[in-house]
């Protein structure tokens, strides 16, 4: 059997935004972990296949090694629009919901990605934050317009960063997810270009950042990372098919 690498070093994304110094942000890369083959190294999810001793050990490493105050309370998610209310006592076993919002500080939004893109938010106030897992299926549900609303501040108040995901060179999608996105919008027309296959490249940032603009968020960083195109840095589900996850954290501090 071969052994976990203990000496592996993390590496962490922290975005550059106005935020308050209170919320802590950040989102990790495969670097750091004790997974091996496809799941190398810092992955952390339990449901792609791979050790599960492996996955508890990274998990460890992460709230060390980053200053987690508390576990993060990991959902399952499932490409809707449900959000969950936690706090630092809330123990519940992966939660169906794409998003979690907080008030009480130490309570710990988790979202896991290969691929969708993770949007982190706060208020300037630091007094809530919250975390929504928008692939495509998710975005078009709606699932940032919830995490929006379940912060309960008026949108010139929040501000949002977008972590790693697959960029606008890389994925490709067919005509009924262009469809999608401009029925419900015209300027989303602007997220889609052609593909040499005759389908469409999307770009998903930028379909979150207008999703945002509509609501009245303007304040918008990240987005810039793209998991497909680097594979030293990023787990990609598109690129790799059997492979781990990332994680993208944010919390209030005490």
């Given at each position: ?11 962490l ?14 989102s ?5 972990g ?7 190294s810092?992955?952390?999810?339990d ?12 998990r ?5 090694e ?40 130490g309570?710990?939004c988790?979202?896991?990605?290969a ?31 919830s995490a929006?609303?379940?912060?309960h ?16 060179d ?8 262009r469809?999608c ?10 997220a889609f ?16 950042r207008?999703r ?12 810039e ?9 990023f787990f ?19």
């Open positions: 059997m071969k052994s976990f690498d203990a000496t592996a070093m993390m590496h994304l922290r975005p550059d935004w106005d935020a308050p110094p209170a919320v802590r942000v950040l990790t890369t495969r670097a750091g004790v997974s091996l083959g496809a799941y190398r810092l992955n952390l999810a449901h792609v296949g791979d050790d599960p001793r492996a996955v508890q050990a990274n460890r490493r992460l709230n060390a980053a200053g987690v105050p508390t576990d993060p309370v990991w959902l399952n998610q499932v490409h809707g629009k449900a959000v969950i209310r936690i706090d630092r006592n809330l123990r519940v076993s992966a939660p169906d919901a794409d998003a979690a919002v907080a008030f009480s500080p309570a710990v988790a979202i896991m990605t691929d969708c893109l993770p949007v982190l938010l706060c208020d300037e106030d630091a007094t809530v934050v919250a975390a929504a897992h928008a692939g495509w299926r998710g975005l078009a549900a709606g699932v940032v317009e929006v609303a379940s912060m501040q008026p949108a010139e108040r929040l501000m949002a960063w977008l972590g790693p995901a697959i960029g606008p890389h994925f490709e999608v067919g005509e009924e997810v469809t996105f401009c029925e419900a919008s015209p300027r989303a027309r602007d270009r052609p593909s040499v296959n005759g389908r469409w490249l999307a770009d998903l940032p930028l379909l979150a207008q945002l603009n509509d609501l009245g968020v303007w304040r918008v960083a990240g987005g990372c793209c998991t497909f195109a680097d594979p030293e840095r990609s589900y598109r690129r790799d098919g059997a492979t781990g996850r990332m994680a993208s954290l944010i919390w209030l501090e005490s």
